[in-house]
Structure formats: C-alpha cells, structure tokens
C-alpha cells in the first residue's frame, strides 16, 4: 500500500506546475485517455556498496489516466481515475543471474494475487489547483492526515 501510495504521489508531482506563484493543476482533455509508464526501483543496501552490487527490486507499470469530472466554475477543481495495469517486479541487478529470488516468478507470485488486484483496481483522486485533497478508493483517505496506517 505504501508503494501505491508513492507512485500516486509521484505521479501528480510530476505534473503540478508553478505559474506566476500559483499553482495549476493537471490539463487533462474531457473524453481522452491518457496512458503512460512508470517505474521505480527500491535499493535495500544503496548505502553499504555500489550500485551496481546493490540488492532490490524494480517495479513498473503502465498508467492509465482518465478526468472524470471538472469543476464548471473553473475553480481547477476535478476529479480524475488512474487505474495501473501490467504490473512488472523484476530483480534490479541483472547481473545475479541464476542467483536472482525473482527468476522465473511472475509478479502475483512475487507480491502476492490480492496485493496485485488491489494496485490494479481503479483510484480517483479529487485536485483542486493541482493538488490532492483526496484519495477515494478501497481505503479513501485526505492526503492531509495521518499516513501512519500504511505502516
């Protein structure tokens, strides 16, 4: 759930610009899909050796971005829907081989069928002027909570 999390934030940070002080939201056109690609890697020993020893895994999935609704008011305020679709988790060194945990695994098996049903089940997250107010889905939560239930 952090993973999901994270690449949600990541996803509306990257589109978020700074005009003249103020901030607008995403420009998303009524009636279009957007679909894009992400990926993000988790080092779990970054610190004790290089990077190309480093131990972890890649995530990365394709994104598809939809507005479902826009404030007629033109106050920046929508809602839109991200659904994740074919998740990937590989092993981020390559060069370990036969050695690696993930050979021959797909990823339900990896991270478990329900966790994998629950990044692909469709989020909406409602912005006003390019930031989230909150997150509705299977747990819907306000960005400006707690997060400590993911941990």
């Known amino acids: 759930m952090i993973l999901l999390a994270v690449l949600f934030l990541c996803f509306i940070s990257s589109y978020s610009a700074s005009v003249k002080g103020h901030t607008t939201g995403l420009s998303l056109n009524n009636d279009r899909l957007y679909k894009l690609t ?3 890697e988790v080092l ?30 033109g106050d920046d ?8 679709k074919d998740v990937n988790v590989e092993n981020v060194n390559q060069q370990r081989g036969e050695k690696s945990i993930f050979k021959g695994k797909n990823p339900p098996k990896i991270i478990r069928k329900e966790n994998l049903e629950a990044l692909q089940r469709p989020v909406l997250l409602h912005l006003i002027h390019g930031k989230v107010k909150v997150i509705l889905g299977p747990t819907s939560f306000s960005p400006t ?3 400590s239930f993911f941990l």
């Open 77 to 84: 305020d929508q809602l839109i829907q991200i659904t994740m």
């Open 44 to 73: 779990l020993d970054r610190g004790k050796g290089k990077l190309q020893d480093s131990v972890g895994y890649r995530i990365s999935s394709n994104v598809d971005v939809v507005l479902l609704w826009r404030n007629p008011d």
């Open 145 to 147: 909570s707690n997060f």
């Open 38 to 40: 992400y990926s993000t």
